[in-house]
Structures are given as C-alpha cells and as structure tokens.
C-alpha cells in the first residue's frame, strides 16, 4: 500500500495498490478496509478500486487494509496506519544552502557549500533523507560532510549527486552537511538539494534550495 503515513486533518488520502502483481500476470481484483478513528464520518470512495481515496475529517489514525485476487488465490491482507493531524502539529522540514561568499571563483579552486537542514515543526521527523546534485564541471571527487557522526552521505560520481541518511530530527533541531569541490573551469556551477521525511510536510515549498556560484578564468 503507498500512501502518506502522515497527513493534516481535512486532508484528501489517496490509496495506491498498483504496486501488487499475480505471477501468471493476470488482472486482480481490490478488496479495501478501513476503520477510521471514532467519530469520524468518512469513508472510502470505491473499495474496490486500485486507488481509493478518502477525506481524513478528524485527527486520529486510520487503519486501511487492503486484499488482491487474481482468479483462483487471494493475498494476505497488507494493513497500513494513516495518521491525521492539526497543521500545527506536522513536520516541516526546510533546506538552505550557502557558498560561504565564495563567488567569484577562480577555476581549480574550491567551493565550500553549507547545507542548513532545519525542522521547524513540533514534532519529529523520521527517515529524513537530503538528496543533491551538482552542475558543473569538478576536479576529483566532491567531498560530503557532516559534523555529525550519525549522519551518513554518499557521493555518486557517474551522476554527480549525493544522498545523506539524517535520520530522525527532533522538532526545532538542525543539521548541517557541507560540500567542498574543486570547479574544473569558467562558467557557472550550481548545487541543488532537496530534503524529505516519511511525514507529509506542512511547507513542501521550502525543501529545497538552490545556490549558483560564477567561475572565472
């Protein structure tokens, strides 16, 4: 089942069962549950479509289970809790990046970006991934850093990106990746990143940011 494990109250809910698949490759048929939280007036829209939704209308949690037949077996029943609260009370996660004031910069030197993951809500976020990639021409292989040791990155260099596993973040905490390359000529070079949680986030337009540093001879 996809769907987001969290989301606000007043909320439209879509459920996604096309990931399920029969070995022969025949068609399947969805059955769909689901026990709202009580009093709650909702309902699912088709309980037998791939892709149901409904309106999350109280805070609470939503059990949905979901069971797929092809024509002679049916699957275990798969179950996933949907979570619905206030606004005030979601993850919201931003991302900001900084060259430091290196810009200009000279070819063959190096650039120093600090990356600024904050999460601004009151509660937790688990899961918490920053993704980025790079634009431009480097020398060698970037280096990707944090001051925390928990935090792990890796650097992909065929496709000049970057994944850091941040795990949790408290509410009101901050973490802090930086990036160091060497640009390989003039020109303009740019780092882009994103951050996202397992949550819904309550401001996605602030998670992600980009920063572009000019290149001289």
């Known amino acids: 089942i996809t769907a987001a494990p969290m989301v606000t109250v007043g909320s439209s809910v879509t459920l996604d069962g096309s990931a399920s698949s029969a070995p022969s490759g025949e068609d399947l048929s969805y059955s769909w549950t689901m026990v709202p939280p009580e009093g709650?007036?909702?309902?699912?829209s088709d309980e037998n479509d791939v892709d149901p939704f409904f309106i999350a209308d109280i805070e609470g949690n939503y059990e949905v289970?979901?069971?797929?037949?092809?024509?002679?077996?049916?699957?275990?029943?798969?179950?996933?809790?949907?979570?619905?609260?206030?606004?005030?009370?979601?993850?919201?996660?931003?991302?900001?990046?900084?060259?430091?004031?290196?810009?200009?910069?000279?070819?063959?030197?190096?650039?120093?970006?600090?990356l600024k993951v904050i999460n601004e809500g009151q509660i937790d976020a688990s899961g918490v991934v920053l993704e980025g990639s790079l634009v431009g021409a480097v020398r060698g292989t970037p280096a990707v850093t944090s001051s925390d040791e928990s935090v792990v990155c890796n650097y992909d260099a065929l496709a000049f990106n970057f994944t850091c596993q941040l795990g949790e973040m408290f509410g009101g905490n901050e973490s802090t990746v930086v990036v160091e390359v060497v640009t390989k000529k003039a020109g303009f070079f740019a780092l882009n990143a994103c951050v996202s949680s397992d949550a819904q986030d309550l401001n996605?337009?602030?998670?992600s940011d980009v920063e572009q540093t000019t290149v001289t001879k």
């Open 40 to 44: 709650s007036a909702t309902a699912l």
């Open 204 to 207: 996605p337009d602030d998670n």
């Open 65 to 114: 289970q979901l069971i797929v037949s092809d024509s002679q077996f049916s699957s275990d029943p798969v179950e996933k809790t949907i979570s619905a609260v206030e606004a005030g009370e979601m993850v919201d996660l931003s991302v900001s990046i900084s060259d430091e004031g290196y810009d200009p910069v000279v070819k063959q030197e190096s650039i120093t970006y600090t």
